[in-house]
């Protein structure tokens, strides 16, 4: 068995003991969270969280790409969300690579360079220091509501970075 047929398996017995029950499309806490895709982040269990409550938008790094504030605007606008939580956190894979020489990787490997940016950083508070300027600059953010916040992995602490 493989991996998805494993996790399939686990699917159908939380169907078994699940129940029906239909959660509002609109979270409950009317906040949307851009924060990492690594693993490492239980945001669910850090902040006490249930399903139905937030909106978790997910990407390496948790960077305001264009495809984040196309949901954050989506989160704001049809379905009420009002605040931003900017969630980046401690020993970050971004944190693991140089932008220029992984772009020469990729030129050398595949004949072409990632037509994105790939977003490695080396300080984690300037880099949420960044994501939130970017999200204020966006004319289609309600930027009234916008904090950062650095997760350490090791410890589930979560600090207030300083947008000043």
Excluded: K, W
Excluded at 20 to 41: I, K, N, Q, W, Y
Excluded at 80 to 93: A, F, K, L, N, Q
Aim: proline share 2%; aromatic share 6%.
């Amino acid at each position: 068995m493989s991996t998805i047929d494993d996790l399939l398996e686990h699917n159908r017995a939380y169907v078994a003991g699940h129940g029906h029950r239909e959660l509002p499309t609109a979270p409950g806490l009317h906040l949307a969270v851009l924060t990492c895709m690594d693993s490492r982040l239980d945001l669910f269990g850090a902040l006490g969280l249930n399903l139905g409550q937030v909106h978790l938008i997910r990407n390496a790094g948790g960077i305001a790409t264009d495809d984040a504030v196309r949901s954050l605007l989506l989160s704001q606008r049809l379905l009420g969300t009002r605040s931003i939580m900017v969630i980046h956190h401690s020993r970050c894979g971004l944190e693991s690579f140089q932008e220029e020489v992984l772009q020469s990787e990729l030129e050398q490997d595949f004949g072409v360079r990632a037509p994105f940016r790939l977003a490695a950083y080396s300080d984690a508070d300037a880099d949420v220091r960044a994501t939130v300027a970017t999200l204020r600059e966006s004319p289609f953010i309600d930027t009234t509501d916008v904090r950062g916040f650095i997760f350490n992995v090791d410890d589930g602490d979560l600090r207030e970075v300083s947008l000043a």
